[in-house]
């Protein structure tokens, strides 16, 4: 068949990508996950296109065109919670046409028969794309289907899911074909802290071991692809000239053999520069050294809040302490950090962000990151807001970047939040002693045009 792997477009930069939604909060755009497995996946099977409409900007009357003049036959699309209502509106122009939709996004992680009720115009929903589930279906083999949710052939539109296994979470390791990154755009994706234009982004794992409720890839399971698997891939992407790496696993590091075996694959390789999330409880001195050695010039880790009940309450599964201890080894290693931190959960008060912002300040970070607490699909997060009255089943639309469909806590109104998280964004950038360490630290051309222009962005988002 001809397949499409499609991410819509929109009137904001929406990140549509494993399981979440968001829109941007500088003006970074990174390669879609799901598509980018998937493209391996159905490539062996079936002749498959790739239209980006976010990282290529195009208007819906043009992609669609763009869609009809590629004639495919079934169309993989990308929906979000955060850029629900477009996406029905494009997704319902696109059935118009006689494309068959398979929709996959965080929106469909729960309620999923309803939403099909909801929505004819998604023929199944698609639920984990690293697997062999989309090709089965496209076979017709029903019954090797892991977890979707189609409509019974039997019973006219009426929904039925077939074997849900969610209860009985992925574990062990998986393995997909090599990853088509060539199908993808050239141009168009832009990552905050890459050191070359040109990168790829890449999964070596699966889901995530830890329960942390306000996230829904810790409700995925957790499986790893073979080293060598990884390996293939990225020599691939070498061929291509592409060394700048962003790995999307959510903890690098969690099997730890592992992790130390890629890292001395990349030293031997000798010229890959990437960027990594890991927690700061997995990251101790061994990782880190082996980590920059490897080529890895940035780590992503969780903070999340300087208040121990608020660690302890989403189940992160470390205090303040190992956050210090994380942090400082990242700094020993030789790597930058990036702290991400979450506002607006529902015990947060004026005075618990305060302490936060300073937190984040006595880390000595180098770049923040702060997202705003949503009820997420299918995690513990959105069951304690709906207990709490914080939102509704019918909140549908939301957006941890801050532009929309946020929840007040219970001292705190969305809007103050907004205000409080654009105040701590000031507060921490604008620090004469910090832009100067920002501009010593540039190693490349290209890094100080990116610098300079996601921090623009990020300004003109907290002003």
């Not at 002749?47 to 900007?57: F, G, I, K, N, Y």
């Not at 592992?258 to 997995?282: M, N, V």
């Not at 780590?299 to 300087?306: D, H, K, M, P, Q």
């Amino acid at each position: 068949m001809r397949v499409l792997l499609l991410n819509p477009p929109g009137r904001r930069i929406y990140i549509r990508d494993y399981l979440c939604s968001k829109t941007t909060k500088s003006n970074y755009l990174f390669h879609p996950v799901d598509l980018v497995v998937l493209s391996g996946l159905l490539a062996e099977e079936h002749e498959v296109s790739v239209l980006d409409c976010m990282a290529e900007r195009l208007p819906p009357a043009e992609a669609l065109v763009r869609i009809q003049t590629a004639a495919p036959e079934v169309c993989v699309m990308l929906v979000g919670a955060v850029s629900w209502e477009e996406d029905r509106v494009f997704g319902e122009a696109l059935s118009g046409t006689g494309i068959r939709i398979l929709a996959i996004g965080d929106i469909l992680h729960e309620a999923s028969e309803l939403r099909l009720r909801k929505e004819p115009w998604i023929e199944a929903a698609v639920h984990v794309f690293a697997n062999g589930d989309v090709p089965a279906y496209l076979r017709g083999e029903l019954e090797e289907i892991e977890d979707m949710t189609v409509r019974d052939p039997d019973a006219g539109r009426t929904p039925r899911r077939t074997q849900r296994v969610t209860p009985r979470q992925r574990r062990g390791s998986f393995r997909i074909p090599r990853p088509r990154h060539e199908l993808f755009p050239e141009r168009g994706y832009r990552f905050s802290f890459a050191r070359e234009k040109r990168f790829a982004t890449v999964l070596t794992d699966y889901g995530c071991p830890y329960p942390c409720t306000f996230c829904v890839i810790g409700t995925l399971g957790f499986q790893t692809r073979p080293t060598t698997d990884v390996l293939d891939e990225i020599d691939f992407l070498r061929t291509k000239g592409k060394r700048e790496i962003f790995f999307v696993d959510q903890t690098f590091g969690v099997k730890r053999k592992r992790a130390l075996e890629l890292c001395r694959a990349f030293e031997e390789r000798g010229d890959l520069s990437w960027t990594a999330f890991t927690r700061p409880d997995t990251l101790d001195s061994e990782l880190a050294d082996a980590m920059r050695r490897g080529g890895c010039h940035t780590v992503i880790l969780g903070a999340e809040s300087a208040d121990e009940a608020v660690l302890k309450g989403t189940r992160k599964g470390y205090d303040t302490a190992a956050v210090r201890r994380g942090f400082q080894t990242a700094k020993y290693a030789g790597l930058r950090t990036v702290g991400t931190f979450i506002l607006g959960l529902p015990e947060e008060t004026d005075a618990s962000l305060e302490r936060t912002l300073q937190f984040a300040l006595e880390l000595e970070l180098d770049f923040l990151s702060l997202n705003v607490a949503v009820p997420r699909s299918g995690t513990a997060f959105r069951s304690r807001a709906l207990e709490l009255g914080l939102c509704t089943l019918e909140d549908l639309v939301m957006d941890q970047g801050g532009a929309g469909g946020l929840l007040p806590s219970k001292t705190l109104n969305a809007a103050e939040v907004i205000r409080l998280k654009r105040r701590f964004n000031r507060r921490f950038y604008l620090r004469p002693g910090y832009l100067w360490k920002r501009l010593r630290a540039v190693r490349t051309p290209w890094e100080l045009f990116a610098q300079a222009r996601e921090g623009a962005a990020l300004l003109r988002r907290n002003l």
